[in-house]
């Protein structure tokens, strides 16, 4: 299968900006380019959706880019709900370098990065409305469709000046770098066009753009950030576990769309994996294999494997799945429970842990316990144990000497 007809089959096409796009993407190497504002230190699943949209147009030889927005992210796009709150440079610097060292990881250190604080920074206003406003019309602007919804609402100049400065990114990437692709979200199709527009004003040249749609969950909620539902890439903020768990968990409706848009497994592997669905749905191989590519791609074989047996003992154990995480903690020979329970967070305070062992509260390994000076050893020769505090809290429980 053809890489464009391969997109359009796993679901990867909503806006297309010419149909000459096919033909580009099937029989020419373009460099593109994917971008995103560095609104928190980390990315998430609703980002990492279009990066392996990105990873598999770099695997058929095209070049990518990503463009993390040091000047787009002083403004802040529009939302359809209201103004983005206004983020300070010193953190979106912070934010950069760890969006940077993600991105890079994720594609092997095969991938260029580009800040466009950097090309804009000394942009006077004066040059840029001369340069660049002269060639877009207002209402060309008021019909793009995230500023149209807010125009009842209201909205501010920055917020309304942003497609602009978006658009120029494209134009400056196509001057500087030779870009002729920009991929993104579906929300960004104002910003794309905006972009391809100035190109074949200014240069007189095409240049292209498609979206993807946007990846929702089974309450038809996009999964980001904005939303309150954010998997983080970075594991310290969302652990392996977690992710893993959050798509084994996904419905059988979602399984199949997502088995395409999340991974690397091939057409035959996935329709495999879509009769499983229909004939043996209570396996949940098709979910069990969307979590381990997903959580691998993202951090590793250690940590996917890692994460798939700490589900299996949940799962074997009879745990409740609610808030079951892991922790390394380091222990001496002196460490006793109200220790252990301090260090894996499950109690403020060592008279709070007394209390709650006292209480009933606290089981190790399903085992209930009721002496909170027992030692760490008395309670398992392994290293690693399910430290539980009622019947929705487990943490697993790394031990280090």
């Known amino acids: ?18 149909p000459e796009l096919e033909n580009l993407l099937n029989n020419e190497k373009v460099t593109f380019y994917w971008g995103t504002d560095p609104t928190a230190d980390s990315l998430h699943i609703g980002h990492y959706s279009s990066l392996v949209t990105a990873k598999r147009l770099a695997r058929a030889g095209h070049k990518p880019i990503l463009l993390i927005g040091g000047a787009t992210g002083l403004i802040g796009d529009p939302r359809p709900s209201g103004e983005r709150e206004i983020i300070s440079k010193e953190t979106l610097d912070k934010y950069f370098e760890g969006i940077k060292k993600q991105v890079t990881e994720l594609f092997d250190g095969n991938i260029e990065l580009v800040n466009n604080y950097d090309w804009m920074k000394d942009y006077t206003f004066l040059d840029f409305l001369r340069d660049i406003g002269k060639y877009i019309n207002v209402n060309y602007m008021l019909n793009k469709d995230i500023i149209n919804r807010r125009l009842d609402s209201g909205i501010t100049y920055a917020e ?21 692709l920009q991929a993104a979200g579906s929300d960004q199709w104002g910003n ?35 939303e309150g539902n954010a998997l983080w890439i970075d594991k310290n903020k969302t652990s392996p576990y977690k992710i ?31 009769e499983s669905v229909k004939t043996e749905p209570e ?43 892991e922790e390394t903690v380091n222990i001496d020979d002196s460490s006793n429970l109200m220790d252990l329970l301090v260090l894996s967070k499950i109690a403020p305070s060592k008279s709070e842990a007394r209390r709650l062992v ?44």
């Open 244 to 274: 893993y768990q959050y798509f084994i968990n996904t419905d059988d409706s979602l399984v199949v769309h997502y088995l395409k848009v999340f991974t690397f497994l091939s057409k035959e592997e996935i329709e495999a994996l879509e």
């Open 160 to 180: 309304f000046s942003y497609t602009l400065i978006q658009g120029y990114d494209y134009l400056h990437l196509f001057r500087e770098k030779g870009v002729r």
């Open 1 to 18: 299968m053809k890489l464009y007809d391969e997109l359009v089959w796993r679901g990867l096409v909503k806006d297309v900006s010419n």
């Open 283 to 325: 396996k949940r191989l098709a979910q069990k294999t969307l979590a381990f590519e997903i959580v691998k791609d993202l951090h590793g074989e250690e940590e996917v494997i890692k994460a798939q047996k700490t589900s299996e003992e949940v799962f074997s154990k009879g745990y409740s799945e609610e808030g079951m995480i």
């Open 192 to 226: 794309i066009t905006t972009g391809i527009e100035l190109i074949r004003k200014i240069e007189g040249s095409e240049a292209y753009g498609f979206t993807m749609p946007l990846i929702l969950d089974a309450n038809g909620k996009k999964i980001g950030k904005s």
């Open 358 to 401: 006292i209480g009933n509260g606290i089981s190790i390994n399903s085992v209930k316990q009721t002496d909170p000076n027992i030692l760490v050893s008395d309670l398992t020769s392994e290293n690693t144990l399910v430290v539980s505090k009622g019947k929705k809290t487990h943490i697993k429980v790394t031990l280090v000497k």
